[in-house]
């Protein structure tokens, strides 16, 4: 299961508190996205990002942030501002231009 | 923007017998439509794909059939088999430029029974 990485695998916050996702990837692979799985609600495309530097908010930002300071690296911070935030989160890569999706194995947030 | 719509929810089906999904959209600029497995607690990945110039695509047990006048499109598993069992997305995707955003839909919970 090589190619694009989760961490941590299970993550517990405490109410008002912000924590930021971990998505590394070594395919080359120039487009980067955040998704959020809730039970019965499919896949839901939180940020997205083209390139180094630049990145796009998907339906559901709101209470999150992302930054792309390198090609392999895409954090995603859950802010205090999310109301909902227990969720399993999955970062995904794609080759610019092709349909593919590659998905990490995920983070299953957890709020006390 | 996109709206994808999936069903069933759940689809229970004895092994050995054929199981449908099917999905709709609503952007007629949408021009890729893959499908997606995901196993319980793994990652969903791809399993078949086919883009609108294409009307049916198959791939050993699985085939996708998609109809662009009706916005239809639809996975067909024949001869399921237990490990068949997991949650299976569709999704479309329109492109714009160099980036596709994918669409998902709610998902579809198959349990193939021995």
């Known amino acids: 299961d090589g190619g694009i990485t989760q961490s941590p695998k299970y993550l517990f916050r405490k109410e008002g508190q912000n924590v930021t996702l971990s998505c590394e990837q070594n395919?080359?692979?120039?487009?980067m996205y955040w998704y959020r799985q809730d039970p019965g609600q499919g896949l839901r495309l939180i940020y997205y990002s083209q390139i180094v530097n630049d990145f796009q908010k998907g339906d559901i930002a709101e209470g999150y942030s992302v930054s792309r300071e390198k090609k392999e690296s895409f954090p995603l911070t859950v802010t205090s501002a999310q109301k909902n935030p227990t969720a399993f989160y999955l970062c995904a890569s794609s080759i610019q231009g092709r349909g593919e999706q590659f998905f990490g194995p995920g983070t299953r947030l957890t709020v006390l | 923007g996109e709206n994808v719509e999936q069903h069933p929810s759940t689809l229970s089906v004895q092994e050995g017998d054929s199981a449908v999904i099917k999905c709709t959209y609503s952007?007629?600029?949408?021009?890729?439509f893959p499908w997606y497995k995901q196993e319980l607690g793994k990652r969903p990945q791809l399993i078949i794909d086919i883009r609108s110039n294409v009307g049916e695509k198959k791939d050993q047990r699985i085939a996708v059939t998609l109809n662009k006048t009706a916005k239809h499109f639809s996975l067909h598993i024949t001869e399921t088999q237990p490990e068949d069992s997991a949650v299976y997305f569709c999704?479309?995707?329109?492109?714009?430029?160099?980036?596709?955003?994918?669409?998902f839909g709610t998902g579809t919970k198959l349990q193939v029974i021995p």
């Open positions: 952007d007629s600029a949408s021009n890729y």
């Open positions: 395919l080359n692979h120039d487009a």
């Open positions: 999704a479309a995707s329109p492109s714009s430029g160099g980036y596709q955003k994918v669409t």
